[in-house]
Structure formats: C-alpha cells, structure tokens
C-alpha cells in the first residue's frame, strides 16, 4: 500500500511558541491531503483539506491564521500551529488519497504526531 | 451532512470469541464509500477494508468479515475467534464520492479489548 509519513511524531514544546508538522506521501503524488486531529478518546476531526496549489479549505471552528496549511508540492504538505497553547496538545494526523485528479478512494494515513504544549 | 454512528464504546470479549462492531451512517450521496480502520495503542491508522454503495457483496479476509446492508444503512465488522492482538480502537468511516469529498467522517469509534 501506499506510504505516508508525518514528522515529527513527537514534539512538546512551550506555550506562544510554533511548530510546524509535515506529512509526506513517499511512494505516490497526491493533490489533495487530509489534515485530522484527534483528543484523546475521541474521534478523529477534520480540520482542513490542504490543496496543492491553492488555499487549503477548513472546517467551520478552525482558525486559519492559527493553523496554517501549505501544499508545497505534490508530495509534501505541511501544518503549522502558530502560538500554541496547551489546549492545542492533540494528535494530529494526516491522510492523502493517492492520484492527481479525483484518484482512488482508500485514504493513506500518516503515523500521526503527538504535541503537547507545556 | 454525513453522519456516521458507532454505539458501542466499549467492547470486551475473552479471546477466541466472535465479536461484532456495529456501524450506522447517515449521507444524501447516492455514490459514497465506507471504511473501517484500525487504531492500536501506537496510534496509527490501519486500513482493513473499504467499500463502495454499489457494492453489497459481504466480504471475508481471513478472521474479518463485512456486512453491508444499504436498506438499513449499517456496515457492521465481525471478528471470529479474536485475539489479544485484535485489541484496538475501531473506527467506521465514511467519505462522499469525489473532489473535496473524499474527505472521512469518523465514527466515535469502538475500543475492543480482548482478554486472554
């Protein structure tokens, strides 16, 4: 199957500060990737659908200017929680659909990246 | 609006049991895809299985089988014989048919213990 990777998987880090989360499809192009963030014991939400090359489109609650979504290339999109604050720590997740225009329908899911604000 | 149902949150079962996770969902896309996914404690999402509306055959891979039944918009996940291993998180999902739909909508998810 198809390989997604997330880096880091890891990473705490003090309130205000940003960090920035990549997710990679390693074996496939994908124009469209799948931004999700689940607390703990719950379910997965999305926060946004990132495009390659265009605007990333979010979800009703999620604040652009406080998560901002780059699809810098096909393969490569990245999130970056500016100024975060302990009620951001969640694990954050992301999928990709393999093909460039519309593509199979089975989502690939990145490892996954768990933050925690101090 | 998509909506998708799993009311059980919690499931134990001693190992060697058939267990069956239950899965509702709720779309106006006649076209529409439905998943089940795999979460173990590391976290990371394991695809099992995905299926198509058009497509009602039920489906078996080796302990797992499907069941998809559209009159009652269900698609329930049964384990035969479980296995310490199969304890995780389930989680049924659903996406619509194209472009910016592909997007999944979770399931709350149903965490499955196996007890040896």
């Known amino acids: 199957g198809a390989v997604v990777s997330q880096h880091p998987s890891r990473v705490i880090c003090k309130s205000g500060t940003s960090v920035k989360i990549e997710c990679r499809s390693l074996?496939?192009?994908?124009?469209?990737m799948f931004w999700y963030r689940q607390f703990p014991k719950q379910s997965l939400m999305l926060m946004a659908t990132?495009?390659?090359?265009?605007?990333?489109?979010?979800e009703q609650g999620v604040e652009k200017d406080k998560f901002l979504i780059n699809h810098a290339s096909l393969t490569l999109s990245t999130l970056t929680v500016t100024s975060a604050h302990p009620e951001d720590s969640s694990f954050y997740i992301c999928?990709?659909?393999?093909?460039?225009?519309?593509?199979?329908?089975?989502?690939?899911f990145g490892p996954g990246t768990r933050l925690t604000v101090l | 609006a998509q909506k998708v149902t799993q009311a059980q949150t919690e499931i134990s079962v001693v190992e060697k049991e058939d267990v069956t996770l239950d899965c509702v969902y709720e779309?106006?896309?006649?076209?529409?895809?439905l998943f089940w996914y795999k979460q173990p404690p590391s976290g990371e999402l394991v695809f099992l299985i995905r299926?198509?509306?058009?497509?009602?055959q039920n489906e078996i891979s080796g302990r797992y089988s499907w069941n998809f039944q559209k009159s009652t918009s269900s698609f329930n996940f049964t384990i035969t014989a479980s296995q310490v291993v199969d304890s995780a998180v389930y989680f049924c999902?659903?996406?619509?048919?194209?472009?910016?739909?592909?997007?999944?909508?979770f399931g709350s998810g149903t965490q499955l213990t196996v007890l040896p």
């Open positions: 074996d496939f192009q994908a124009t469209t």
């Open positions: 990132s495009n390659e090359g265009s605007k990333a489109t979010y």
């Open positions: 999902a659903l996406s619509g048919p194209s472009g910016s739909a592909r997007q999944l909508t």
């Open positions: 779309t106006r896309d006649t076209t529409y895809y």
């Open positions: 999928s990709a659909p393999p093909g460039l225009a519309g593509g199979t329908h089975t989502q690939y």
């Open positions: 299926r198509n509306s058009f497509d009602e």
